[in-house]
């Protein structure tokens, strides 16, 4: 039911190394997320925007990831040196305006070796 | 910070029975959805409610924000019903941001 699309979906990087996944949100959809699954099914929330401006982003993501959400293009969600905890489920999701359902795309399994 | 118990943890259900999730909330939430999770790990939505109840086949949910709780049944469970099942709860204060339960994992058996 989800038109959200995520590119790859499976990405394999060593430490150190930079990490970029993308996401294609639902046509009309202004509002974009970015969360975390770890492997023990917790959620955090990483990042969203609302067009092209970032609404809120946590230390983390303002720290060791790049991120946006251009015009026309993509949004991206960038580890620039990435680090054996950074091994998750990345799930991009968009929604209508606020507070309105959001649809999650399939996710980038992301493995740092 | 905003936070959403929810429960049971795990659960297994026989083909053809019921049962109920549950979540609650300690903090007053404008909106809730509830997803189920496949073994790939997409996230598929079932409802979202902003108050009251909506059913779905053999799903009904119910968002209680005076009381802080939603609800999740489940009838006539099927193989397929198998999965993480997670609510998400939408704060009032949160720029739209999902708060995301602890899921509930369900076997269902024959």
């Known amino acids: 039911n989800s038109k959200v699309i995520q590119t790859p979906r499976y990405l394999v990087k060593g430490q150190g190394q930079k990490a970029k996944m993308r996401c294609i949100p639902e046509k009309g959809h202004p509002v974009v997320f970015w969360y975390q699954q770890n492997k023990n099914n917790e959620f955090k929330f990483l990042i969203n925007?609302?067009?092209?401006?970032?609404?809120?982003q946590i230390d983390m993501t303002e720290k060791r990831f790049s991120a946006e959400c251009p015009s026309n293009s993509p949004c991206s969600l960038e580890i620039q040196s990435s680090e054996a905890g950074d091994s998750a489920l990345y799930l991009c999701?968009?929604?209508?305006?606020?507070?309105?359902?959001?649809?999650f795309g399939k996710g980038t399994r992301l493995t740092v070796v | 910070g905003d936070q959403v118990e929810q429960s049971p943890s795990a659960l297994s259900l026989h083909e053809g029975t019921g049962s109920a999730l549950r979540c609650n909330f300690t903090t007053t939430m404008r909106a809730v959805q509830w997803f189920q999770q496949n073994s790939r790990g997409s996230l598929i939505n079932l409802f979202y409610l902003a108050s009251g109840t909506k059913e779905n086949g053999r799903l009904k949910s119910t968002f209680n924000s005076k009381e802080s709780y939603s609800t999740l049944h489940i009838r006539d469970a099927q193989l397929e019903d198998s999965g993480t099942y997670f609510c998400?709860?939408?704060?009032?204060?949160?720029?739209?941001?999902?708060?995301f339960g602890q899921g509930t994992s369900l076997s269902v058996v024959p």
């Open positions: 925007f609302q067009n092209q401006e970032v609404l809120q």
């Open positions: 998400a709860a939408i704060a009032s204060s949160s720029f739209s941001k999902l708060v």
């Open positions: 999701a968009s929604g209508g305006q606020a507070n309105t359902e959001v649809f």
